[in-house]
């Protein structure tokens, strides 16, 4: 990257990976310089936007205090248009879309900031995408949108937050972390944000202190292992403090019991027991021992009692106010007032290049005995090794998955055979009526069966031959959607979002919004 460049000014921050390793650095070294001068009396005018024409809009469709305070004071630090939007007495309650309400609003500043709280997971990315072609229509700068936590998602600024207090606390080396991740594991979005804030780290050991009923959800799990963090996993403090090998950095997060069945409730004490640090432990801990939390705690049930506000092991009230100094930042480089001396990596995003057909070789274009049911094909397609290795029923399911979905109502036939080569069962579609399948349709086949085979058929004879890979990204298919009921691109949210799934490892695919894993079955609707 150039010097003189300004590679955040207009983008979004929508999750952590918005930002590159590089990047998230930057935003520390910035905040750290920021937090001097504010609280040595230095000058801090360097780092305020000033400019009266950018409008930033709280948008809190779930509560807050300190996420929405912290932006409103950051904001005013930097004498821009700050707008409290009234989410109780307005047209939500009409029934109003996000999306139309945003562009509305988008309509009021020549520069718009929109920092937004959503139960909907996902919010931010849709409406940076959608704004973003409304923008362009109108022949308009994009607004930028800051995510200020959706559902159990991600929260990005309060990540960039709790590691620039862990960098604070470790005298800003970031050659090394050892963290205990205490407490709601499956519900706290703070937590999931870990996964790709803690990158910023060359070593990372995470120990991870949550039952079963609270544990980290196993993709995120799994994402920390594939980041080269090194993870343990425990049932309950009592047993995390009766090995030796103890974090000096606990990152607590209350219990999310209302989200969960009858079943785990009546199990509440026991739950909130296994992650609520008690007076005995005390001893235990190791020297210079801190503890955070993203706040609020549960003033009746705290996983951090109030016994311990008042000892040196409290990191939770800095950490807090950390918050008012980071959002400062993260608004100068949105807005592009800072960012201008980055020197690094910048984000780039990943391009998805349509390679999931690839050409097979014909065996001397030898003749193969293709039937539909009892007669050779003569002209046509036939579908070839779907579901090849797999159990009966699921090779029956693909089969009837591609069927239906591709709605192949045509003269044809199928069912599931041994390779003539070995013994492995695979399935397969004649379909002597249809003499080529578009780009479209290939692509829906891939997703349905992947490692499926296409041999195109003339005068008996298989002429060409292709195989096809599950594509890198699914979009703009009617009969595909996000599972997840708290994803801003579920059909029951009514946004008339586009639905979109990019290819991940282990051959899931995520949802773009709510970055939940779908196996491809999933994501088809038929
Ligand atoms: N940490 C956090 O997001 O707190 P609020 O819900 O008070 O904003």
Not at 426 to 442: H, N, T, V, Y
Not at 478 to 497: A, G, Q, T
């Amino acid at each position: 990257m150039r010097k003189g460049q300004n590679v955040f000014a207009g983008r979004s921050l929508c999750v952590v990976n918005d930002f590159s390793v590089d990047e998230q650095l930057y935003l520390y070294e910035k905040t750290r310089a920021l937090k001097a001068a504010l609280t040595g009396g230095g000058e801090a005018r360097q780092f305020a936007v000033a400019d009266p024409t950018l409008g930033v809009y709280l948008i809190f469709l779930e509560d807050s205090t300190r996420t929405k305070e912290s932006f409103r004071n950051a904001a005013k630090f930097h004498g821009v248009k700050v707008n409290d939007f009234n989410v109780q007495s307005s047209s939500f309650n009409k029934k109003e879309s996000i999306t139309d309400t945003i562009k509305m609003l988008y309509g009021y500043s020549a520069r718009s900031m929109f920092v937004i709280r959503s139960k909907l997971e996902g919010t931010s990315r849709w409406l940076e995408d959608s704004l973003g072609v409304y923008a362009r229509r109108n022949d308009r700068d994009p607004p930028a949108f800051i995510n200020a936590g959706d559902g159990k998602h991600e929260h990005p600024t309060q990540e960039f937050l709790d590691e620039f207090s862990f960098l604070e606390q470790l005298d800003w080396s970031n050659e090394r972390i050892h963290l205990a991740l205490v407490g709601d594991l499956c519900h706290g979005r703070t937590v999931h944000s870990k996964v790709d804030g803690l990158k910023v780290f060359g070593e990372v050991h995470v120990d991870l202190i949550a039952p079963d009923e609270l544990a980290l959800p196993e993709h995120y799990e799994s994402r920390m292992t594939a980041n080269d963090f090194q993870v343990r996993r425990f049932a309950s403090i009592e047993e995390y403090l009766s090995q030796a090998d103890v974090a000096t950095i606990w990152y607590f997060t209350r219990l999310q019991l209302e989200r969960m069945g009858e079943e785990v409730l009546e199990k509440a004490p026991m739950l909130r027991r296994a992650v609520t640090f008690g007076q005995q432990f005390l001893p235990r801990l190791p020297e210079g021992t801190k503890f955070y939390h993203p706040l609020p705690r549960h003033r009746e049930f705290p996983t951090i009692p109030f016994f311990l506000d008042n000892l040196p092991v409290n990191g939770w009230d800095r950490q807090s106010i950390n918050g008012y100094y980071t959002r400062i930042v993260e608004i100068a480089l949105l807005s592009g007032t800072l960012g201008q001396d980055f020197e690094g990596e910048a984000m780039v995003r990943p391009a998805y290049l349509d390679d999931f057909v690839e050409e097979a070789v014909v065996q001397d274009g030898a003749p193969r005995d293709y039937k539909v049911g009892i007669k050779p094909v003569e002209n046509g397609i036939v579908i070839d090794h779907i579901g090849r290795g797999e159990d009966i029923g699921e090779i029956w399911d693909h089969i009837d998955k591609i069927r239906r979905i591709m709605r192949l109502n045509h003269r044809s036939s199928h069912g599931v055979y041994h390779s003539s080569s070995d013994r492995v069962f695979k399935g397969i579609i004649s379909l002597p009526d249809i003499l080529e399948f578009d780009e479209r349709q290939l692509k829906m086949l891939a997703a349905i069966a992947p490692g499926c085979t296409l041999n195109m058929v003339k005068d008996s004879e298989i002429r060409k031959k292709y195989r096809l890979h599950m594509p890198p990204r699914i979009y703009n298919f009617d009969e595909i959607s996000c599972k997840n009921e708290n994803c801003i691109s579920n059909p029951r949210n009514f946004e008339d979002v586009r639905k979109e799934f990019y290819r991940s490892e282990k051959s899931t695919f995520v949802c773009r919004y709510c970055e939940r894993p779908h196996n491809f079955h999933e994501i088809w609707d038929v």
